[in-house]
DNA sequence: GCGCAGGGGGTCG
DNA sequence: CGACCCCCTGCG
């Protein structure tokens, strides 16, 4: 495999650090240099942001061209996203003020789902060091730089793993929702591949929560985070939770019930509520003190 | 220092 | 609605 390098101009709407930290995708680290180095479908990619341009070098099997434009959502507005937001509120402004820089990355859909089941009830060093430990056990080596990464086991390559050796590996009681999902992906009971084609965003969802480990709050991670990319769904975590309290209902963080978010999030913000949700939610955990 | 609650990007029974 | 695996944090 041969090392390929793609150099652009910085598109309207894009920084690295708030792709990187809005909590979408756990597979990136940063270099001493400021730029980011991650694993991409089958690929490695370093990626730089300097005086206007980005600068990416990659090695595996896809064009880095055409990976980027993809994996970045390039081709959308965000631009007039952001317009149209503003207009709904002060709060609007401020979130997206704060997290200008966000893109909704077009990750692959089946470590999407995975990565997030394995999200549930847990803490953000400790989901990257599981996926970390299932990509270098079972996913495939390559060398960038001197150094090895691995990619993001396929479900072929997770067919063969027990409950047991999950276990093993510190994924908890994640284990058995982990191996069912897989073969059950595997039995093509769900069939990643045709899950798109599927117009309807509540079909879609109804299918992935037929998924061991998948309920509410993951279901629309997948929806928002993946290639499915469906930009009206509302993700509701502690921190979305505890944000529209705050802002919106004005009530005590505990006693509101999700569907109450889910309603103001819908007459709110309509088609574009899983973008709100990233500015709300990244600034409100950016900025914890308030 | 060390030990022990407390809680974390929820889901399931 | 309580339990759940693991691990890191904060407090006594």
Known sequence: MEEQTYTLKTPECFNLKDI????????????????????????????????????I??????????LTTQYFDLERDYKKIQNKLSQIDENMKT??????????LNQDLWETLISFIISANNNIPRIQKIIQRLSENYGNPIKFENK?????????QLKDVTIETYRKLGLGFRDKRIY?????????????????QNQNTQEVREILLTLP???????????LFSTLKRL????????????????????????????????????????????????LFYW??????L
């Not at 997206?96 to 966000?102: A, E, H």
């Not at 998948?214 to 997948?222: F, S």
Request: aromatic residues 8%; glycine residues 8%; proline residues 3%.
């Open 57 to 66: 070098k990659s090695i595996g099997k896809d064009n880095i061209q055409e």
């Open 232 to 279: 009206e769904v509302f993700p509701i975590d502690v921190w979305v939770n505890r944000v529209m309290n705050e802002l919106y209902i004005h009530g005590e963080e505990n006693k509101i019930n999700k569907k109450q978010i889910e309603q103001i999030a819908k007459q709110k913000f309509g088609k574009l509520a899983g973008l709100a949700q990233q500015y």
């Open 213 to 223: 480990g998948v309920g509410p709050k993951v279901a629309d991670c997948i929806l």
């Open 148 to 156: 090895i990464y691995y990619t993001f086991p396929t479900p072929e």
């Open 20 to 55: 990187f930290t809005c909590g979408q995708c756990f597979r990136w680290q940063q270099n001493e240099d400021k730029s980011y180095t991650g694993i991409v479908k089958q690929n490695v990619i370093k990626i730089k942001q300097e005086n206007g341009t980005i600068k």
């Open 180 to 196: 069912e999902t897989t073969q059950k992906i595997l039995k093509k009971e769900v069939d990643l591949q045709k899950l798109n």
């Open 284 to 289: 409100r955990r950016e900025n914890e003190g």
């Open 95 to 104: 979130s997206i003020k704060y997290g200008q820089g966000i893109r909704l």
